[in-house]
Every structure is written in structure tokens, then in C-alpha cells.
């Protein structure tokens, strides 16, 4: 198993990514929306992936289906409100709701594993935030992303707190440079990393943020910093889940790292599970022999927290055609009952994919 989650380039496999996926054997794949054009289609596309993959357990299938304008299936019609517009109503059945209404799609595509909730505290900041944050201070995160995150979880979707340890106060958008935040561990625990610190019990997994602390860590990024994952998040903190981390194809990190040498990086940090999302083909075999050369006692505890996370997932039926029709339908009369913002969220290129 290579410990690295991919992204895949379209909605069917290419010949190449079949035999990279067999012989090289990653542990996950994520969804954009360039792969999901029909429900049947996408849900052939991820047994497949299943297929793939040796060994007793599923394969982790994710996507980032947050809500808002961070949803791939608006080409085939599923939309859900975005985490602003359900915190706004202050209703917890209309959010316990919406995340039934997210899961009952995921499950019929075939996916396990959701990318969500975000836990960055909300601001008015030009980053890629607006719009997708439960709230604009650290109670108001914990409270409505909690409920959302359990709820999810009972529907049997995987869930995972975003990004870590909290980057609502970024001048700038990752998805083209690396933001650059300021404040000691203790400072953070004050705010920003409140609500991943209260969810920490019920989170099955964590993503890194692509930031720079220098009081923490003056020369890497936190996603590639051991004093980050290894010495806040897993010492101190003691969070014992997975850890993803966003995608290493992002300007805070390409700019700097090629893939093949940002995953070790991540690995030797402390993170699990690295994500490569595009052009994932041309890095893999880099990315393989690169992660062959690190220490047994690090491949040997990813492996075991990849495999723990993964022994429970499942996949569930696909909808018959007219529970899918009947699902769309519910799915709009439940939208209409959320009101949308009244002004629209600055565009970032994480709602194009």
C-alpha cells in the first residue's frame, strides 16, 4: 500500500491510471467534479477503484462535499447549503438534515470519506474561506460543525476536521501562495485550534493546513512540519486519528516542493496520508520510490492508523433510478428551506475543481 491519497483524471480510468493503481496500490482516491458527470457512471468509477485494490479493506473514496460553493455534484443536480447559510439558521435539525441529505448522496456514488467539516473560525479575510466556516468565533464553530460532524457520522460517512490548527486569519489564498500566520501554541489553543481541539474525541480524521508559523516552525510549512503534526497535534495534543493533508498540488507548496518530495516530508512529519489531486499519474512512481526509502518505524504506524481507519468503511447500494429521482427531489424542498446569503462569497479556485 502506498500511503498517499490521489486524485484521478477524469470520470473513467485511463489504461495508465489502471496499472499505476494495481501495481503501486494507493489508499485513497479523491472525487472533484471533473469525475462525476452521472450518478451510475461515478459509482461504476469507484467499484472499480475498489476492485483495484488488494487486501480485505475499502480503499478510502473522498471528496470534498462541504456544501456552498464547495460541491462536486452540481453537474448532476445534488447542491447542499454551504456551512454559513445552516449556521445562520441556529436550527439543529435543519443542519442534522442537510448532512442526512450529503450522506445519502455519497453513499449512492460510492464514496466513505467526506472532507468536512471545516473548523477554521470564519472572517472577512480575502482567503479561501468565506462562506465555508460555521461561524465567525471559536463557539460557534464547535457547536454547529459538531452537530454536522455527528450527524454525518451516523449516516456512515468519514468525516474530517479542517484545516488544522486553524487558518481563518490567512492574508492569502493557499491555492496559490503560502499564507503566512503568527502566534505560539498557546495562542492558537486560545482560538483558532478551539473547535478541532473539542471535536478532537469524535473526528475520525485530520487535514493539515499549508501555512507558515514561524513561532512554531520558521522554516516549514505546518503540513510538512514535524514540530506541527508530530510535537502539537499528536504529542501535545494527543490526537491518536489519520491526518491528511491538503493537497500538496497547491501554490503554498508546489512552488517549493515537487510531490515526490513533499510526501516524505508530510510522512516524516506525522501526517498519514498525503494528497496529490491532479496530474497524480505523473508523480506516483517519484512519489513510491521516494517513500521506499524512509524508516520502517514510520511506514509501520502510518500503516497501522491507515488500516485502522479503513477497516470500517463501506460501501452501501446505489440508489435505483427512481429513489435517485425521488432523492433529487427532496434534496431541492430541503435547500429552499435554507436562505441563501444575502452576498455572495469571493470566488478561490477550490470551488473549480
Known amino acids: 500500500m502506498l500511503p498517499v491519497v490521489v486524485g484521478i483524471e477524469g470520470p473513467v480510468l485511463t489504461a495508465r491510471e489502471r496499472e499505476l493503481f494495481s501495481r503501486l ?3 485513497g482516491y479523491i472525487l472533484f467534479t471533473r469525475n462525476i458527470m452521472d450518478c451510475e457512471f461515478t459509482r461504476e468509477l469507484t467499484d ?18 462541504e456544501g456552498g460553493r464547495v460541491v462536486r455534484t452540481a453537474d448532476i ?17 435543519l443542519i ?13 456514488l460510492g464514496v466513505n470519506t467526506n472532507f468536512a467539516p471545516v473548523l477554521d473560525i470564519g472572517s472577512a479575510r480575502a482567503n479561501a474561506l468565506p462562506s465555508r466556516c460555521w461561524g465567525m468565533d471559536s463557539q460557534a464553530v464547535t457547536s454547529w460543525a459538531g452537530i454536522w460532524n455527528r450527524a454525518q457520522i451516523r449516516a456512515g460517512i468519514a468525516t474530517c476536521g479542517k484545516h488544522f490548527p486553524g487558518m481563518g486569519r490567512a492574508e492569502c489564498d493557499p491555492h496559490f501562495d503560502l499564507p503566512v500566520l503568527h502566534g505560539s501554541k498557546d495562542a492558537f489553543l486560545a482560538e483558532d485550534s478551539i473547535p478541532f481541539h473539542a471535536l478532537m474525541p469524535e473526528l475520525p480524521s485530520m487535514m493539515i493546513a499549508h501555512v507558515l508559523i514561524p513561532e512554531i516552525d520558521s522554516e516549514l510549512p505546518t503540513s510538512l512540519s514535524p514540530a506541527l503534526v508530530q510535537g502539537f497535534l499528536r ?25 515526490a518530495e513533499s510526501v516524505p516530508m508530510a510522512l516524516k512529519a506525522g501526517c498519514d496520508l498525503p494528497l496529490v489531486c491532479h496530474n497524480a499519474c505523473d508523480h506516483l512512481e517519484p512519489i513510491a520510490a521516494a517513500v521506499a526509502q524512509l524508516p520502517d518505524t ?8 491507515i488500516n ?4 470500517p468503511l463501506s460501501a452501501r447500494p446505489i440508489m435505483s433510478f427512481i429513489e435517485w429521482h425521488d432523492y433529487l427531489e427532496d434534496n431541492r424542498v430541503f435547500n429552499a428551506e435554507v436562505p441563501a446569503l444575502a452576498t455572495p462569497a469571493p470566488g478561490s479556485p477550490v470551488q473549480d475543481y
Not at 238 to 258: V, W
Not at 308 to 311: D, G, H, K, T
Open 25 to 27: 496500490q494507493p489508499a
Open 48 to 65: 472499480e477503484l475498489r476492485a483495484l485494490t488488494s487486501g480485505p479493506d475499502e480503499p478510502i473514496i473522498a471528496i470534498d462535499q
Open 77 to 93: 443536480f445534488v447542491q447542499h447549503p454551504s456551512a454559513a447559510e445552516l449556521c445562520a439558521t441556529q436550527d439543529d435539525t
Open 96 to 108: 442534522t438534515r442537510a448532512a442526512y441529505y450529503n450522506a445519502q448522496c455519497l453513499h449512492s
Open 235 to 259: 504529542t501535545q495534543l494527543g490526537y491518536n486519528g489519520i491526518i491528511f493533508t491538503d493537497d500538496l498540488c497547491m501554490g503554498a507548496i508546489a512552488k517549493q516542493y515537487t510531490p
Open 298 to 305: 514510520v511506514l509501520e504506524e502510518v500503516e497501522r492508523r
Open 308 to 311: 485502522s481507519f479503513r477497516f
